[in-house]
């Protein structure tokens, strides 16, 4: 910003030192370790029995490792210090992996659908007792990952990316469970292909929900739950602000939302008493009625919008 602009900036508290995510790497490194085991556990059930349905699991178990460690990596280069021409460190990673988790699964349902189609054309006789019993297997320890991940996937993108592919896998476990309980019962070949293909369903609509929210942060909109009318609204109610323009509010990365404003205020507020009492006001009723806690105001007198160069807005 040029000379002669007054400039107010204000924090609610020291700039970010981590992400969100940051806090669940051991959980993650726990839930990589199991995915990987069951992985290998049911490529072998799904050979032995010759169920498609615990093929597919094992394989959309290959996705989450991938997933589970690009959300590893990401959490390593996002919490790396910032530098001079990174302001803002490689924070972005995070959503970046988030990303990657999206495309990874809807790949792996497309994948999914497709082969389930194929046996519907081409049937195979499954083994349902043995597919049972490495569903059960990979049952049990999705719902240790999950557990493991519950919280964290409700503070952090990239923690929902593993988390929706952990739960994915859970979910078509139990699907192949219901499957292999049928073929057992009635012998009904084609409930295998079936499971494989709610499977595929089932991925989807989670995944596209997780993609809309990631491209939300990567595209700069703001920050989710934070009504810009409502701020603006509470900027201008403040005793001496008498306008508020390039109002903009965004998120680098989750748990890290940010706002700046200029606020053009009255021509008596900006004596030293006032502009310091206003700076206060601003972060307190931004810090108090919304989840924004990085700010950077600038204050100016009235009229000074229109001396300000255009690209400097």
């Known amino acids: 910003m040029g000379a ?26 726990i839930a990589l370790s199991i995915t990987l085991g069951v992985m290998v556990i049911e490529i072998i059930g799904g050979v032995l029995s ?11 178990m290959a996705t989450d490792a991938v997933g589970l460690g690009m959300a590893l990596l990401a959490i390593h280069f996002a919490n790396r210090p910032a530098v001079l ?8 990673a995070e959503i970046l992996a988030a990303l990657a988790n999206c495309l ?15 046996r519907f054309i081409t049937p195979t006789e499954t ?32 923690v929902r990316g593993a988390y929706l592919e952990v739960l994915a896998d859970a979910l078509g476990s139990v699907t192949v469970l219901v499957s292999a309980g049928i073929i057992l019962a009635t012998g009904w070949q084609y409930a295998d292909p079936i499971a494989s293909l709610v499977i595929g369903l089932m991925i989807v ?5 997780l993609l809309r929210e990631t491209l939300d942060v990567l595209l700069e909109a703001a920050p989710k739950g934070v009504d810009m009318g409502e701020v603006r609204a509470h900027i201008l109610a403040l005793p001496g602000v008498e306008d508020v323009h390039d109002l903009h ?11 700046s404003a200029h606020v053009v205020v009255a021509q008596d507020v900006l004596d030293a008493v006032g502009y310091e009492k206003l700076l206060h006001e601003l972060q307190g009723c931004i810090g108090d009625h919304f989840d924004v806690e990085h700010c950077t105001f600038q204050l100016e007198p009235v009229g000074h919008a229109a001396h300000e160069a255009k690209l400097c807005h």
């Open 205 to 209: 609509p989670r995944t596209v929900r």
């Open 50 to 60: 010759g169920s498609l349905a615990l093929i597919a699991d094992a394989a959309h």
């Open 249 to 259: 509010a965004w998120t680098i990365t989750s748990g890290m939302p940010v706002l």
């Open 127 to 158: 083994r349902g007792g043995l597919t049972i019993v490495f569903a059960v297997i990979g049952l049990v320890a999705n719902m240790v990952s999950l557990s493991l991940l519950m919280r964290g996937q409700k503070e952090s993108l990239n």
């Open 4 to 29: 002669g602009h007054d400039h107010g900036h204000t924090h609610g508290g020291p700039p970010p030192t981590g992400t969100a995510a940051a806090a669940y790497r051991g959980r993650l490194r």
């Open 85 to 92: 021409n990174r302001t803002f460190g490689l924070a972005r």
């Open 104 to 118: 990874l699964l809807l790949g792996v349902g497309g994948y999914l659908v497709f082969e389930a189609v194929e």
